[in-house]
């Protein structure tokens, strides 16, 4: 029997370039900046052609949608295996703080990647900048319902953006000071502050 040639795309290697194309851009977006990464960053990075590159992605800013997506794709997927893993809503609080000592050599190297891309999207004035504050408001939204769940009623969400500005301020003064030993202080006190307030019954 002849063989043929099949010129058609092989889908199941396609959908895997994609993948390959959005994990590395959500690296170097995190590591030099959504706009000091060009497409050669990530054609190189992925080790494909630029003809083949722009088979899968037309623009940076579609690059950039797809890593929005999959970092709140993850971030479902944590909240979600947090939820698993305890019943107990301060526990599931904790496990949000003590991201700070998981993470803390990729944070003390490039800051927080969920407040760095906000950040930068902001000062550019992109499109993108909502989308990326969905990411912190699926925090936003989780942390408040374990307070809520803790009888913290309409005082939650005020506490869910309080452990969400100190873990952004945490993450930006180790990346600047480069200091592991702040972070886990700093998470100590959090923790306390946690305990304290379930002790009182109110937001201290």
Known sequence: MACTLNLQADPVNTKN????????????FYRQGYDHTSFADIAGAVKISRGNFYHHFKTKDAILDSVIDVRLDNTRRMLDAWEAETDDPAGRIRCYIQILIRNRDKIMRYGCPVGTLSTELAKLNHTGKDDARQIF???????????????????????????????QGVATLANAYDDEDFIRDEVDRMCAWLDACIAAGKYI
């Open 17 to 28: 370039t994609r993948a390959e194309i959005v994990d590395a851009a959500d690296r170097l």
């Open 137 to 167: 408001t699926l925090f936003r939204d989780w942390l408040a319902a374990q307070f809520r769940a803790l009888g913290f009623a309409a005082e939650s969400d005020r506490m869910a953006l309080h452990v969400l500005s100190f873990s």
